[in-house]
């Protein structure tokens, strides 16, 4: 659990609006030795920060980042696959109006579309998502009971333990493995699939991808220019997972 903390306050410092910050207040303290160098880090950090906040530059970098949807024949009883595995996406803890834990939004909207795939194939299911951060339910846990009782769709297996994307690849083949399966559909969102997609392969699955939740165009309106949060977190969602494939190709290269 301290190495899953320890990795997300990095992670937390790194991208926007962490690693701005930290860069708009080096920028303020260099300032005062040496002005013009201070002045330009500060302004920059400063005019990142409004870029990477505008509905405009969020959408952007996710069209670009994304896994683009999967054709409906790729998903299809034809395309080889012998199982469909779906990522967790979270856990709403302590859930008043549901009287104890469930699934996050994220994790709900993978676990719709997992349902969708498993209707129109019916493919064995397994849910991986552990509990990494040592707190109420695992997430393999709250996704089988959401799908077994919210949508009506079975789940053959649930795999508790993984603590990351990297975790979730190793042991869902660790499982899948013992009944000789190698070809899967893998359900996550289209942002979080690049990163995903290298991790279940270098664990040894032919992956067919089924990405979900895409951004979508729309025109341009003048509120695109303007600081909203939610595009923040779009543009923070890019940069981690950049970041986070990068840091994966390092690791897998170093064999950890």
């Known amino acids: 659990m301290l190495s899953w903390q320890l990795t997300n306050a990095v992670a937390a410092l790194l991208i926007p609006p962490g690693g701005l910050l930290v860069l708009l207040g080096l920028g303020l303290w260099l300032s005062r030795r040496w002005p013009r160098v201070g002045r330009s880090l500060a302004v920059a950090a400063a005019a990142a920060l409004y870029l990477l906040s505008t509905p405009l530059a969020g959408d952007a970098l996710l069209r670009w980042w994304e896994t683009p949807p999967a054709p409906a024949t790729d998903l299809g009883p034809d395309s080889g696959a012998r199982a469909i595995v779906v990522l967790g996406g979270g856990i709403y803890g302590n859930a008043p109006e549901y009287g104890g834990d469930t699934v996050h939004a994220m994790a709900l ?78 359900v996550t969102h289209a942002w979080h699939m690049p990163r995903a997609r290298l991790a279940f392969e270098h664990a040894g699955f032919s992956v067919i991808a089924a990405p979900t939740v895409h951004s979508t165009r729309h025109r341009l309106r003048l509120t695109d220019l303007l600081p909203d949060a939610g595009a923040l977190r779009d543009s923070a969602l890019v940069c981690h997972e950049v970041i986070g494939l990068v840091w994966y190709r390092v690791r897998l290269l170093a064999g950890t």
């Not at 194939?121 to 996704?143: I, W």
Request: no cysteine; proline share 4%.
């Open 109 to 186: 909207e993978r676990l719709r579309y997992a349902a969708l795939l498993q209707r129109r194939n019916r493919l064995p299911l397994l849910v991986s998502g552990g509990n990494p951060a040592a707190d109420g339910s695992d997430e393999a846990q709250t996704m089988r009971r959401t799908l077994e009782q919210d949508f009506g769709v079975p789940v053959r297996w649930s795999e508790n333990r993984s603590l990351n994307t990297l975790g979730n690849a190793r042991l869902s083949r660790e499982l899948l493995a013992r009944e000789g399966i190698d070809r899967i559909l893998l």
